[in-house]
């Protein structure tokens, strides 16, 4: 099978360009002039003026009442769970179809993943799969400390301490049946939302739907600081325990240093936060040029035999951070792979499903088909924005 013609179209895309990158950064904003005013400010790391600029324009972007900036999504994550209550031995339920530091972070805490299935056309947990494993594999049982419902494993007998659902590639999964799995057993529910600035869910944004949600604005994120992420919530105690948290837990004195719990050093830095606030000046005009291009390449590969175009779910607005395509099989998928970036396109294959890397092989794990067909056949393809 030849990809050529493919090829072409994606390089006609991307005219003047030897080689067309996966996803690439785009600065035609104020980011200079912004972080030109933090270095003659001096204030280039943790406390300034841009980082809370940041904080304040996260939340009115998302709908969400607090946000805390966080140097960088996975530290965001790991700070998410800990304020959520997840602890040394405990559950937390996540998908496999996702980049491992979504699992790292529950790691981070000596908690241990538990594997369920994603949904086919979302990419991202499946509420069925969830519902049908929890109802099987466990049990709402009385905490006789605390006189509340916890969900724990039948088998090992461990708390179900977190439910972290992924929106892939920018996707929405169906968060909001998610919701009222998570409410009905008594599990909070935290969004892995690194992917997905800007998308939305039934005209609600992504993150805002469980306790907490988080982002990253990474490198090769739709936008960016080079590092940085951010969480979100509506619960003003949980706010104020990361931020906290973030900044090593000291307590608050003009001279001394005093802390009062085991902190971290998460605090998004000035100078990161003033280039996040000049992307997120251009967030709206990055995810239309995106989403222009998802209708081109839905035009396109609607008449292109054997290959599927992953558009967005039903009830969602996706920000399409990486398009996607869906090949017939693995060995197609290699070939595709293959001619593409030995023509100086880059595509990539999603990431190894997480159950299958060695330090999670023995986790607790549904059944995972549907992880397995896609990881098999996903490939993004050139997701840059057009400028």
Known sequence: MNFKSTIEFIKALYPNKGFISLHEPKFVGNEKKYVVETIESTFVSSVGEFVNKFEHEIASITGAKY??????????????????????????????????ATTNAINYLGAEPVFIDVDLQTMGLCPIALQNWLLSETELKINKETGRKECIHIESQKKISAVVPMHTFGHPCVVDEIQTICETYQIPLIEDAAESIGSQYKNKHTGTFGLAGVFS?????????GGGGAIITNDETFAKMAKHLSTQAKLPHKWEFNHDMVGYNYRMPNINAALAC????????????????ALIYNN?????????YKSEPIH?????????IQ??????????LTETNDNGVMTRPTWTPTHLLPMYKNAICGDL??????????VNISSSVRV
Do not use: P
């Not at 604005?217 to 600081?225: D, E, P, Q, S, Y």
């Not at 969602?316 to 996607?324: A, E, I, M």
């Not at 088909?369 to 996903?378: G, S, V």
């Open 67 to 100: 946000a805390v900036a966080i140097v960088n999504g996975t530290s965001a994550l790991h700070l998410a769970l800990k304020c959520a209550g997840v602890q040394n031995n405990d559950l937390v339920i996540t998908q496999s179809l996702s980049f491992i």
């Open 217 to 225: 604005f990474n490198g090769n994120k739709t936008i960016t600081c």
């Open 278 to 293: 000049a992307q997120l000046e251009q967030l709206n005009v990055f995810i239309e040029n995106k989403r222009e291009l």
């Open 300 to 308: 396109f590969f609607e008449k292109t035999e054997d290959i599927i």
């Open 316 to 324: 969602s607005k996706s920000n399409y951070w990486l398009h996607t």
């Open 327 to 336: 090949l017939m099989d693995l060995e197609q998928r290699n070939l595709f």
């Open 369 to 378: 088909k549907n992880t397995i067909f896609l990881a098999d056949r996903l």
